[in-house]
């Protein structure tokens, strides 16, 4: 049977049509959505931060692309509470996910089930959804990415991994690090390779197969946490002068992490305009022995590492990048949040904002649209630790094992003492009164942790050695 000519040019209109439609989405259609976080990243490793050891122009780039947030925090400051709260926007704390869920039932270790993850609320405006390396939200098969509202994960489901992957190496199963166990889907992956290479791969592959959607990708590198493995082909790049065996693996990583940046950020260019893009390190760096992933990691003028409330802990590099949208190479220097990013999409998407949402929509502030601040404090419980900030000043109570230092609480201007030094609260009693009573208002609405695992209690105590890797056991 021949179709009359006026049908074929109708039908080949129509194909021509939803081809260029599917080609220009993120174009014309609501923006793609790319979030990149670093693991234990050093605040002052950074070119951009003043870091000179190594070069990192593609993170440098990538900052200069759009807005710096000077006073960008996370909500905790270590590995998996910190995504928690990045993941639905509000503080860990609200819902039990204190700590790294190491130790437990594994039914029950995790991003409760009763969070929904941002991942959840752009799936259901209609993105392709994604991650892509590390998850640290529970390691069962009720907790996996694709049961939290990821289309599709190629990654690690624990707190670390290898970087040097082997096809022939037994995979290794322990709670807080996997060995050559990465997975794509629910499958182990038996493969030779660099993570934050593989990352990067599925990252690209993914944003040029959604071509009918647009897509939300959570890229979760590895890098710079430990182990501290360094590729050949990274060697000759780490300064001669460098000659801490820790520092150089350090380094090396960080470079790798750089050029596969540049990778993302060349394909955004050339391909995806039209993606909002966010990058923040889950943590501050963990410069201090023996605790914490210990990676050498510098975060001056800070004081303090991961897993501490100061400063050093808990503000990160963050940078938020979109072309055309936001201003490039400005500084915003009010306090924002890692919790402030799913608000931010859903109000772009017309997704619908799960309750109990703590962050806010950043763009008019970023814009310059709203001069006030986002949030007229922040607040922060990390077992006995604990943290305020109201506009420049910041109440703590840190418990640093270096320097043997008594709980209580301390009282920092940081429009003039970035750095924590100038302990003011003996003598501006009535201001650590205002400010320790609007921490325990806050604290009030928070619950128990709801497993402790490592560190206990006290997450200044060393930890325990990590329970002996067994064999991989399919998720």
């Not at 040019?9 to 014309?28: D, H, K, N, T, V």
């Not at 520092?247 to 790798?256: A, F, I, K, M, T």
């Not at 992490?257 to 060349?266: S, V």
């Not at 970023?366 to 607040?379: F, I, N, R, W, Y």
Request: net charge neutral; glycine share 10%; charged share 20%.
């Amino acid at each position: 049977m021949k179709f009359p000519s006026m049908i074929l040019r109708a039908l080949g209109g129509f194909i021509l049509a939803a081809a260029l439609s599917a080609e220009s989405y993120s174009q014309e259609g609501k923006p793609n959505i790319l979030v990149i976080v670093a693991d234990d990243l050093g605040y002052a490793d950074i070119g951009v931060h003043g870091g000179k050891v190594v070069p990192t122009p593609n993170i440098d780039a990538l900052a200069a692309s759009g807005v710096r947030c000077t006073n960008g925090y996370v909500t905790a400051p270590y590995c998996s509470p910190s995504r928690a709260g990045f993941l639905t926007g509000k503080s860990q704390t609200r819902f039990g996910h204190e700590f790294n869920p190491h130790v437990g039932d594994e039914a029950k270790l995790g991003l409760p089930l009763d969070q929904r993850t941002i991942a959840n609320v752009l799936h259901d405006a209609g993105y392709a959804t994604a991650l892509f390396g590390k998850w640290h939200q529970g390691f069962d098969a009720a907790h996996h990415p694709q049961s939290r509202g990821f289309d599709a994960f190629t990654g690690f489901l624990v707190g670390g991994h290898n970087f040097l992957l082997h096809k022939d190496a037994d995979p290794e199963f322990g709670s807080a690090h996997s060995h050559n166990m990465i997975y794509r889907g629910r499958e182990l992956l038996h493969i030779d390779g660099y993570t934050t290479d593989l990352f990067t791969d599925e990252a690209l592959g993914f944003m040029n197969r959604s071509t009918t959607k647009p897509w939300f990708i959570y890229l979760a590198y590895n890098a710079v946490h430990t182990p501290l493995e360094i590729a050949d082909k990274l060697k000759d790049r780490i300064p001669a002068d460098v000659t801490d065996p820790n520092r150089r693996g350090y380094l090396s990583l960080l470079l790798g992490l750089d050029d596969d940046i540049g990778r993302i950020t060349a394909e955004l260019k050339t391909k995806h305009p039209n993606t909002l893009v966010f990058f923040f390190s889950d943590n501050g760096g963990s410069g201090r022995k023996p605790f914490f992933a210990y990676n050498t990691g510098i975060n001056t003028p800070l004081r303090g590492d991961k897993g501490q409330t100061l400063e050093g802990g808990i503000r990160v590099p963050f940078f938020v990048s979109w072309s055309g949208k936001l201003p490039a190479g400005k500084t915003y220097d009010q306090p924002v949040s890692a919790m402030d990013i799913l608000p931010t999409t859903c109000a772009i998407t017309a997704a619908k904002q799960p309750d109990g949402v703590e962050g806010v929509n950043l763009l008019p502030y970023l814009k310059g649209e709203v001069s006030t601040p986002p949030h007229d404090m922040l607040a922060w419980r990390f077992g006995p630790q604990k943290a305020i900030r109201q506009g420049n000043w910041k109440l703590v109570d840190v418990r640093d094992m270096e320097a043997k230092s008594e709980s209580g609480w301390q009282l920092y201007d940081l429009s003039t003492d970035i750095g924590e030094e100038h302990n003011l609260a003996a003598s501006k009693p009535e201001l650590v009164a205002k400010l320790s009573k609007a921490w325990e208002e806050w604290n009030a609405k928070n619950i128990a942790p709801q497993w402790h695992g490592s560190p206990h209690e006290d997450p200044t105590a060393p930890q325990k050695p990590a329970a002996k890797a067994g064999k991989a056991k399919k998720k």
